[in-house]
């Protein structure tokens, strides 16, 4: 079972910037898709960002409502996926979970039903 470990929340005011990582111990993220994921109280888990392995030529792809302020990125040496975020906004606040696919070759999806692997979650919270 791959263990997916999120860290680096916190509390940020709106228009500023927090980076949250998913690393993977004991395991190669670089095999797998690896996206992020987010979950408001009383909301739904929507998709935020997801990143391809390797294998799929390592796209990215976001939500409509993130793009030009979040940006995922690798660092294979760290076995660690980041999240960047800037320009935070209140609707930003979430819980947010990093999650793994294994689909070999296959560019990633936002789409929680094809991730099998999770991780337990970091809290967002943009407020002044």
């Known amino acids: 079972q791959l263990q997916l470990v999120e860290s680096g929340g916190g509390l940020v005011q709106p228009g500023g910037s927090l980076r949250v990582s998913c690393a993977g111990p004991g395991s190669s993220l670089d095999y797998y898709n690896i996206g992020w994921f987010r979950q408001a109280p009383g909301k739904e888990r929507e998709g935020v960002s997801c990143i391809s392995s390797s294998s799929a030529g390592g796209s990215t792809n976001y939500t409509d409502s993130v793009k030009g302020r979040f940006t995922i990125s690798r660092d294979n040496a760290k076995n660690t996926v980041y999240l960047q975020m800037n320009s935070l906004k209140p609707e930003d606040t979430a819980a947010y979970y990093c999650?793994?696919?294994?689909?070999?070759?296959?560019?990633?999806?936002?789409?929680?039903?094809?991730?099998?692997?999770w991780g337990q979650g970091t809290q967002v919270t943009v407020s002044s």
């Open positions: 999650a793994a696919d294994y689909r070999p070759f296959r560019p990633c999806v936002l789409s929680k039903e094809v991730f099998g692997s």
